[in-house]
Every structure is written in structure tokens, then in C-alpha cells.
């Protein structure tokens, strides 16, 4: 079993940054692949970016390339996601979520292939 804690939301004006965070309990974190997704109100949850388990591979959703990067520290059991040139259509709650079948980097983007998440950060862009 594996608990994922996010934060880093918050409220900040367009074209700022954040940094979101999603803290994993247990010793297998370097196992697991990692995603993000996020929901906007009204929206379907939606695929953000996701990374490896070994982190050699990362992938992101067309409309945050250039702008978000998805790591990761296994030493801290963390993954990150650095969120630059923020738009208000970026509004949303932030999942982190957790692959254990080490699939492809591929297939990280359906949301069914995950076996945890987490409870969500709120991300608010202002205009």
C-alpha cells in the first residue's frame, strides 16, 4: 500500500510558477512510475505528465510541454512538478498518482493504469 500526499498549490497570477510535490510513504517509491493529473471544475480529470520508475523517461500532455517538468528524488520519496508560465485555463486540482506494474511511459497517460492517489492540491491561476 502506498499513501500520496500532495501540496505546493496555491493561488498565483498569471505567467507566475508553482511547485507541486507529492510526497509517498513506504520503501518501494523507486518502483512505482508517477503522474500527474489534474481536474478542473466541470472537466474530466485529465493527464498532466508522468515519469518512469527508474526516471529515464518522461511524458507530458501537449499543453504544458515547454512549460511544466515532472521529476523525481527517490531519496526523498518525492516526485515534483515545476509549473512555469502558468495560464488561467491551468485552474484545477492536481492529482499525483502512482504506477506498481511499471508499464510504459506510453500508457501512463490513462488514469486507470494507476493503482494510487492522492488527495489533490488545489491550483488557482488569476488573470
Known amino acids: 500500500q502506498v499513501q500520496l500526499v500532495e501540496s505546493g498549490g496555491g493561488l498565483v497570477q498569471a505567467g507566475g510558477s508553482l511547485r507541486l510535490s507529492c510526497l509517498a510513504s513506504?520503501?518501494?517509491?523507486?518502483?512505482?512510475?508517477m503522474g500527474w493529473f489534474r481536474q478542473a471544475p466541470g472537466k474530466e480529470r485529465e493527464f498532466v505528465a508522468a515519469i518512469s520508475w527508474s526516471g529515464a523517461s518522461t511524458y507530458y500532455a501537449d499543453s504544458v510541454k515547454g512549460r511544466f517538468t515532472i521529476s523525481r528524488d527517490n531519496a526523498k520519496n518525492t516526485v515534483y512538478l515545476q509549473m512555469n508560465s502558468l495560464k488561467p485555463e491551468n485552474t484545477a486540482v492536481y492529482y499525483c498518482a502512482a504506477d506498481a506494474d511499471r508499464i510504459t511511459i506510453a500508457r501512463m497517460v490513462d488514469q486507470y493504469e494507476y493503482d494510487y492517489w492522492g488527495q489533490g492540491t488545489q491550483v488557482t491561476v488569476s488573470s
Open positions: 513506504g520503501r518501494t517509491f523507486s518502483r512505482y512510475g
